[in-house]
């Protein structure tokens, strides 16, 4: 029998972890990518446990674990500085198995692709679904610059505002706006030789996070209601206008970015469910299935997941409809969940008027009090996951971490 073939329609994080996965499983696998080249638009990402232990399936988790620079304690924080819950590294690895890492974006994209056979990937290669084809007949149909490319399965992962998704689901609402617009920085850890409390904050309708990266960097985000769509003349300036006066660093890291690039990008989220992930002979993974707030810093991991659910699924000698069903099945009440658990936290941050803040602040310390253990067993739902089959390496006793 013929090697299937897989078209994947996007070259970040989802997509070429989907690729990985699919070659591991004797796909023939072609990635396209848009841009003309793999330039990541962003700075950092978070992985959480469950994102590693989906790497481990494609033999990347040890090498991400090795990555993780937080050591002691770090936690959430008032814009004055006071810590109203404190969470320990230690006690993340030892709970799910495995410490938080926080790496540039750069890096993971880096290792992902260099896992590819360097055939398989090709940039500056814009790409339209023109048909989705029929499991067990027609075959799906991708039109590109140098031609069709016939496909006996198409993965998009081409991000939140997917033309696949539209083509597949025309009736479906899209994502809509969450009210927040992003800063993002990586930026030169302003107190180096002393250890970087890993924190985030969290004031009236707005948030600041800083996380230490294994490179002695430091990523640096930030998030405010606004109207969709606004920017500013100069976004440093207008970081500092509303994060300046807030605790140590904050100050520091906004003058340690004062001449580097500052992303900023408005925040929107897939609240209405789609029906399905896939329809025809394709399927969505990562933003294009589920949007997400960046809240929980989820959905790079959602995404990973994803990639390996569907390669576990879809053998290639298996029928590809029962494999594409068995993946929506999986992956749809998974990330329902989380996307609106996201965006309730969202509503969380959003509160603006002083009593509601002085409510929240008060809950959220009254509770670390009262169970120190709060944070993780919040988070427990999430980062317990693991990836169907098996063995993992973050299970074996020599794990790095």
Excluded: C
């Excluded at 309708?205 to 769509?229: E, F, K, M, N």
């Excluded at 009440?333 to 803040?357: E, M, Q, Y």
């Amino acid at each position: 029998m013929s090697q299937q073939h897989a078209v994947v329609l996007g070259g970040g994080i989802g997509g070429l972890a989907t690729a990985v996965a699919l070659h591991r499983r004797a796909w023939h696998v072609t990635v396209l990518e848009r841009a003309p080249s793999l330039d990541p638009v962003g700075a950092g990402i978070a992985l959480a446990p469950n994102g590693q232990r989906a790497l481990d399936v494609i033999g990347l988790g040890d090498e991400i674990r090795a990555r993780a620079a937080w050591q002691g304690p770090g936690g959430l924080r008032t814009p004055r500085g006071r810590w109203l819950t404190r969470l320990d590294a230690e006690a993340v690895t030892e709970r799910f198995g495995g410490p938080l890492v926080l790496l540039h974006r750069a890096d993971l994209i880096a290792r992902l692709a260099a896992a590819l056979p360097p055939d398989r990937l090709r940039t500056d290669s814009p790409a339209e679904l023109v048909a989705p084809g029929v499991p067990g007949a027609a075959r799906a149909v991708v039109r590109t610059p140098d031609g069709d490319l016939h496909a006996d399965l198409v993965v998009a992962a081409d991000g939140i505002r997917s033309a696949t998704r539209r083509a597949l689901f025309p009736e479906h609402p899209g994502p809509r706006y969450s009210g927040f617009t992003t800063w993002r920085f990586v930026a030169p850890d302003p107190t180096p030789g002393r250890p970087f409390a890993p924190h985030e904050t969290w004031g009236r309708g707005s948030l600041w996070g800083a996380h230490p990266l294994a490179d002695g960097r430091v990523y640096a985000y930030a998030a405010a209601l606004a109207p969709a769509g606004t920017t500013a003349p100069d976004e440093h300036a207008e970081l500092r206008r509303r994060f300046a006066d807030w605790h140590d660093p904050v100050p520091a890291l906004l003058g340690a970015a004062a001449r580097l690039p500052v992303l900023r990008h408005d925040v929107h989220h897939m609240t209405t469910p789609l029906p399905a992930f896939h329809r025809g002979r394709v399927v969505l993974v990562g933003d294009a299935a589920h949007a997400m707030a960046p809240m929980l810093a989820q959905g790079g991991n959602q995404a990973i997941e994803d990639g390996i659910v569907l390669a576990h699924h879809a053998d290639p000698a298996a029928d590809l409809r029962s494999a594409l069903a068995a993946y929506s099945a999986d992956r749809l009440p998974r990330t329902g969940a989380i996307v609106r658990k996201a965006a309730g936290a969202a509503r969380v941050v959003a509160l603006r008027s002083r009593p509601a803040v002085a409510l929240r602040t008060a809950a959220l310390a009254l509770t670390s009090r009262l169970m120190p253990d709060a944070m993780l067993r919040g988070f427990a739902a999430i980062a317990d996951w693991n990836p169907p089959g098996g063995p993992y390496a973050s299970e074996r006793p020599t794990r790095t971490s």
